[in-house]
């Protein structure tokens, strides 16, 4: 057998408990999508007495996504602290129950403050689990796959898109208009209701585990995560495991408290406005702007009735099947090509949906052409976005931190995407009362100018573990696994299983791994580490 059939592999065990945390993701997706929904159902304007083409009613609608970013910017920097301190699980349940908690408040809403603060409290219970589920996803992933396993994220935000648009679309036809609008945002419940139930079955984090002296814990996990019937004695974990504790004590000297400690270390501050900055980027496209006033865009293309419903519901299921083509072809093209190619393509659709709504728009718009082509370029441009954006911006910023900062890197990346999308939504009801389908050209223009900066100065990380990809941002790296060459992949391979004669068969029985041999695998890591030097 050679070292290569060891390397760690996602079991279905490790892709269950991927997919199971990613109802953590349809939390984000259907919360942040049912806005657009929500708006365009006539009796939530009758309910709270407003009128959607007014200048209030374009504040309100404004307010409605704004504070719900707003409040996800703040979401992102509560969660590290917390993620870190308790775990990842205990921090994925506290998040479940404030998202509970927060849609419940929307669905009783009996005054339009009362909706704005259970918009608001969602969005900052979005804000934590969109940093807390990529963060929990990678650390639970092998190096090979990774692209695939952490892409579960983005592909169920985009398909809770589509269920929040299918939701939309069928509830447009309930008769009683005191039911329509609430039980659309009641069915927020539903997802972190049974992410709570069920987290209790979901192991630790690994990765945090080890961080926080609970080795023998975490390296039971990791061979539960990665068992491999060609690999009886585990080597693949067990490589993880001391891939993991070597760069933790490396890194040791370089932890910082805090976010803002973290910019005085340069390969830190890199990572920073690297996650950052990309987050802010694939917002900058508008892809959330055109999903959350694509039923406004299209009324004001002449489309009304439940049509404009029914292409969002089909608009953002077609986005769930580009993204799962997403997660499947990360791996193996890598993820600057893919999110740079991508977001080049969604912006020269920007510009002819522009072009389109600026020639054919205005509601005594009868040219049925011209409306078909528009929407024929908003599905295109969202192909684009899902086939490369989504999933890969994600995967990347999860995976370029290293673990002791890892929740406060995403959290501080992520926050870049909820900033972006506090600004855009709060302008664009407004906006489009006012300015119209110029509005389109700011994202056009910011767009265009950030997407040269990631061609030509962020890092590829296909194919790296974890610990590796601090090589790329200038750090030491305590054991390189990936450039090894076979011997001494098979000879250090060889080390591990006589220094740990825990077999699988032993496992799968219970067995449990003893604390000195917990110890006698970071040795081996000492003796590879001095091989490489």
């Not at 290569?4 to 953590?24: E, M, P, Q």
């Not at 986005?319 to 991508?342: E, K, P, Q, S």
């Amino acid at each position: 057998m050679t070292a290569s059939d060891h390397r760690a592999k996602a079991t279905r065990y490790n892709f269950a408990v991927a997919f199971y945390v990613a109802l953590g993701s349809f939390t984000y997706g259907f919360n942040s999508a049912i806005i657009g929904s929500v708006i365009g159902m006539p009796s939530f304007y009758a309910y709270f007495d407003f009128v959607a083409t007014s200048s209030y009613g374009g504040s309100i609608i404004g307010a409605c996504n704004g504070l719900y970013a707003g409040a996800g910017v703040l979401g992102c920097w509560a969660v590290f602290w917390f993620a870190d301190k308790f775990g990842r699980k205990v921090a994925i349940q506290v998040i479940a129950a404030i998202c509970i908690v927060s849609a419940a408040i929307q669905a009783g809403s009996v005054h339009i403050a009362m909706f704005l603060v259970g918009r608001f409290l969602n969005g900052f219970g979005v804000g934590m689990i969109n940093c807390a589920i990529p963060t929990y996803i990678s650390e639970i992933s092998p190096a090979a796959q990774r692209g695939l396993v952490v892409g579960s994220h983005g592909f169920i935000i985009c398909c809770s898109y589509g269920a929040a648009g299918w939701a939309g679309f069928g509830i447009y036809y309930e008769d009683n208009p005191a039911i329509q609008w609430r039980l659309l945002v009641a069915l927020q419940i539903v997802a972190p209701l049974l992410l709570l139930l069920g987290s209790p079955l979901i192991p630790e984090s690994p990765r945090w585990l080890i961080e926080n002296g609970r080795s023998q814990e975490g390296l039971d996990i990791l061979v539960r995560l990665h068992k491999n019937k060609h690999d009886v004695h585990d080597i693949g974990a067990r490589e993880e495991f001391v891939q993991i504790q070597r760069q933790l004590f490396l890194e040791r000297s370089n932890r910082v408290p805090g976010l803002f400690k973290m910019f005085t270390i340069p390969s830190y501050r890199k990572r920073l406005f690297y996650g950052f900055f990309l987050q802010a980027m694939c917002q900058s496209t508008g892809v959330l702007v055109i999903s959350n006033y694509m039923v406004t865009t299209l009324n004001n293309l002449g489309l009304s009735g439940s049509t404009p419903l029914l292409i969002l519901a089909v608009y953002n299921s077609w986005a769930a099947i580009l993204n799962y083509i997403n997660a499947l072809i990360l791996d193996r093209f890598g993820r600057i090509r893919i999110v740079t190619t991508a977001v080049i393509g969604a912006i020269i659709c920007v510009c002819i949906v522009t072009a389109l709504v600026a020639h054919y728009g205005g509601p005594s718009n009868t040219n049925k052409a011209g409306s078909g082509a528009a929407v024929a370029f908003i599905f295109l441009f969202v192909t684009c976005y899902g086939l490369g954006v989504d999933v890969t911006s994600y995967v990347y910023c999860a995976e370029i931190f290293p673990t002791h900062m890892r929740t406060r890197g995403v959290g501080f990346s992520v926050s870049g995407l909820f900033l972006m999308t506090t600004v855009y939504t709060t302008a664009a009801g407004p906006a489009f009362n006012n300015i119209g389908w110029k509005f389109y050209l700011v994202f056009i223009i910011v767009t265009s100018l950030m997407v040269p900066w990631v061609i030509l100065y962020f890092p590829e990380t296909k194919g790296l573990s974890l610990e590796e990809i601090g090589v790329l941002f200038g750090d030491e790296v305590a054991l390189d696994l990936t450039h090894l060459s076979e011997e001494e992949r098979a000879e250090f391979d060889r080390s591990i299983a006589d220094h740990l004669p825990v077999g699988y068969n032993e496992l799968e029985k219970g067995g449990s791994v003893k604390n000195e041999n917990v110890q006698q695998i970071d040795d081996v890591g000492d003796e590879a580490e001095n091989k490489q030097k």
